[in-house]
């Protein structure tokens, strides 16, 4: 579900810590997406949204709420989304073409600088097990890229 900025909060460092206090011990895994939206489209199936401006949103109640943003793997993560992406193509792993919303150095940045600090504050490890793109779930999971599935994903 698509929703206005407006109507979710920026994420405090207070907020964040208040959050993985509540999550600590429950999350095991972080995954991340790009909306494949517009800059300044939030959406609803995670737990942050981050603009083109690296600008982090906080679209869920608790790390904990059960979001829609990996298929087969939702419980007991957390989905990051950079808001961008919209009529992106993949051609062939090397020269995406972006179009007019590619991820941003600030949207990267942000997402590194939440993801340690998440990593670190939930006790998860930096690893290929416990943090992963949506693009190396999928790949895992059998419908990522080459695969032939008609939901393909193949973000970040």
Not at 52 to 61: F, L, V, W
Not at 99 to 124: R, S
């Amino acid at each position: 579900m698509q929703m206005q900025i407006s109507s979710a909060p920026l994420l405090t460092a207070a907020k964040l810590a208040e959050l993985v206090a509540l999550g600590y011990n429950r999350i095991s895994q972080i995954y991340l997406h790009w909306t494949a939206g517009r800059y300044g489209q939030l959406y609803d199936d995670y737990h942050f949204n981050i603009d083109a401006d690296g600008s982090i949103y906080q679209t869920c109640t608790q790390l904990t709420e059960l979001k829609s943003h990996t298929w087969h793997r939702n419980t007991g993560a957390i989905g990051i989304a950079l808001c961008c992406a919209c009529g992106a193509l993949p051609h062939n792993g090397r020269d995406t073409d972006f179009g007019k919303f590619p991820p941003t150095p600030q949207q990267i940045d942000a997402a590194g600088k939440l993801v340690a600090k998440l990593a670190q504050g939930l006790n998860i490890p930096i690893d290929r097990g416990n943090i992963l793109t949506h693009c190396e779930a999928a790949l895992i999971d059998g419908y990522g890229p080459y695969s032939g599935d008609a939901e393909t994903r193949w973000d970040l």
